[in-house]
């Protein structure tokens, strides 16, 4: 494994992670797969399609989002919204990520 | 529609269960249209936006990968490597011997060495194909109980004991390779038994016993010792012994009028009725001190 690839795997290990807090967050407000895909990576989550359209229908499936399509337009989409459930483990996550962020540095200032 | 975006999409859904396709199907078709669009309007024209856009989107089987809610493997990587281990002994110890035992009584026959080469060669493969198939069945069905089977807490009192889990790992090995022995003997070589055994198919009832005797072993192995498992190994194996026992006493099992030297017939009798009695006291012996132990 090049040292490229040894940086890749580790960088998606630290933000496997927070790609479902930032779904859960965002999608506050419904959107549908690509507009969100879009959306994150201008936030600076850039996520693949490929993780991320089967992520949106894992996290529909542990009743942490809900979906409708939307047929008002030309093309219907199917657009997902966090559920209340989803709402709370956002909140559990969000507080867990403060700890870990003051821990770390915590940890910077003791070295 | 595209036919290469077609294409993608075919590649997708044939690899996720059909309950899942439509709804998927709607859904990625809808994201490929907007991801096409989006470099269109950025100046790309629609072929190289489209192969761009599937590009992106990346393997299909990775896709698919990702939706799918249960395993894709046949074995996973809890038994997986006791698979390759069982499989390997198996045909390492079990294929040479029946190659050997076919070539043998070929031998016996004075066939033509080539004939003999031949049904030696046939038998061998026969043997590791049925070994390869059914070892293979017995892991993906153990891979798939062992994970529908909710997993306790575990403590170090778990651990296993290691002389002993060694020695029974040994045991399972050696009750596999003597049931895949007994059995190619039984169908390869009918001449020293009895023809009643086969005229009736009752040789089919040794080979499911001992079959069953050999399943609960692996259960007993994989999963935990509990009390419908001893009960059910216990009446497995003294059905089994009870059955040998029957047979062999009145003369249903052996053959006399085929080559078995002068008086041999009563003493392997005696022995067959020794050791069905012998593996009836010993599953008894067993289940007590297990049941004592849990």
């Not at chain 2, 599937?54 to 089987?61: E, H, N």
């Not at chain 2, 990587?77 to 006791?82: E, R, Y």
Request: include cysteine.
């Amino acid at each position: 494994m090049s040292d490229d690839e040894l940086l890749a795997t580790h960088l998606q290990e630290l933000r496997r992670g927070t790609v479902v807090l930032a779904c859960l967050l965002v999608l506050i407000r419904p959107n549908y797969g690509y507009a969100l895909l879009d959306l994150l990576a201008q936030r600076g989550f850039s996520v693949d399609a490929n993780t991320l359209y089967p992520l949106l229908r894992r996290l529909e499936k542990q009743g942490l989002l809900t979906s409708d399509w939307n047929t008002d337009e030309a093309r219907p989409r199917k657009f997902y919204r966090t559920s209340a459930a989803g709402a709370a483990l956002a909140d559990t996550l969000s507080r867990d990520w403060d700890q870990l962020d003051a821990a770390l540095r915590i940890l910077k200032g003791a070295s | 529609m595209s036919s290469l975006t077609d294409r993608y999409v075919q590649a997708t859904l044939r690899r996720l269960p059909a309950r899942q396709r439509t709804d998927i199907e709607r859904e990625l078709r809808v994201s490929i249209a907007d991801a096409v669009d989006d470099r269109v309007e950025a100046g790309d024209d629609p072929g190289p936006a489209e192969v761009a856009a599937l590009t992106r989107l990346g393997d299909p089987a990775r896709l698919a990968a990702g939706y799918a809610d249960r395993p894709l493997q046949l074995i996973g990587p809890a038994v997986f490597l006791d698979y390759t281990r069982m499989l390997s002994t198996l045909l390492v110890s079990v294929v040479p011997v029946v190659a050997a035992v076919a070539a043998f009584f070929g031998a016996l026959d004075e066939k033509p060495w080539l004939t003999v080469a031949g049904d030696s060669l046939g038998a061998a493969v026969t043997t590791a194909v049925h070994i390869a198939v059914w070892t293979t069945l017995a892991y993906a069905l153990l891979d798939r109980s062992s994970a529908m089977t909710p997993r306790r807490s575990w403590t170090p009192d778990a651990l296993p004991q290691p002389p002993s889990r060694r020695a029974r790992w040994g045991e399972l090995i050696a009750e596999t390779v003597i049931l895949v022995l007994v059995t190619a003997f039984l169908l390869l070589s009918p001449d020293l038994l009895a023809p009643w055994l086969y005229d009736t198919g009752f040789v089919w009832v040794f080979i499911a016993l001992g079959v069953l005797s050999l399943g609960t072993s692996f259960a007993r192995y994989y999963l935990r010792w509990s009390l419908p498992l001893a009960l059910a190994a216990s009446v497995v194996s003294g059905a089994g012994a009870a059955v040998l026992a029957w047979a062999a006493a009145t003369d249903h099992l052996l053959n006399p009028d085929s080559g078995w030297p002068a008086g041999t017939t009563a003493w392997v009798t005696a022995g067959l009725i020794g050791l069905a009695a012998w593996s009836l006291v010993q599953a008894v012996v067993d289940t007590f001190t297990h049941a004592r132990r849990s």
